[in-house]
């Protein structure tokens, strides 16, 4: 199995990522950190407590609140995509605890205990993986692989013209982390793998329906106010880079295509904040980071429906 932490902004695809992180056999989850982005801070942490509820887990896996805010720029939501990030549920249930640990003490200290052992999945802004890194000089030598979902290798932005979402709200966070050193990156960009790879249809949807199961159902729920969006847009479906980049860390094999760039994140500018410049090769800059660039869509479909399967006890 593979042990990890996964760093997220609970809305939509991160519950999904939430999900995927439970019931793979291959997840070892040893820490949920939350972290400012998608919704509200603690709708976020509702959100994630709801998904393991629906999942069965509520209580197996400790939440550990983190950043409350991008390093230097005021927060910026994405309320306007996700709504309250899980299309109005509200679940009733027995137990909401989180830890007293902050997230980024938690990350610092579960990749102390086990060095070059434990892999972070970062799914939202990177504030809490930046502070971690500006912490303690230790925290990036000792986190064995970190996958980051954010960024696009074709200038398409998702917020702005240029910057992706992740990226754009925390862009100074995705500086210092693309500069820090870390051994192995991965990054899953929104455009174009996303949108080429990552999208459920409404016919894919349909199909997810008839699967029958509460998680099935959960799925299609938090994922009703994205699919609104993504149409509105002229995407055809809703959007899942979350999900995707816990299966490139579980399911290498996923990976069709990757190459290594020399990321760097624009900081300066409006027009063009979070901006993921990545550089191939011929301007002399070493890779800092792989790039997925492909992946199999069928494969990753399936793993998804396989996981929706799971008979759970909503707990
Ligand atoms: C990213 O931004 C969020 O809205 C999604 O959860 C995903 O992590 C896509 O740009
Ligand atoms: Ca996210």
Redesign the pocket.
Known sequence: TVPFILDT?T????CVAIVASLLDPEADLRAITMVA??VGFDRQVRNAQMTLSAAGRLGTVPIHLGCRRPLVLPWVS?EN??GDGSGGLDMDFAETVTEDEHGVDALIRLTAESPGEISIVA??PLTNIAMAAVKDPDFVGNVKSLVI?GGSNNGRG?ITAAG???FYVDPHAAHVVFEAGFRDITVVP?APLTLNDAVFSREQLAGIEAIGTPLARFFLTVCGPTLEFDESVGIPGTTH??SLSVGVLLHPELVTEARGYHVAVETGSELTRGYSAMSWGVHGLEPNARVVEGVDAASFHAWISELLATETTPS
């Open positions: 902004d809305a939509q695809d991160d982005g998608n994405a995509v996700h799914i939202g979902m998702n992706e979402f992740n929104w880079p979350d």
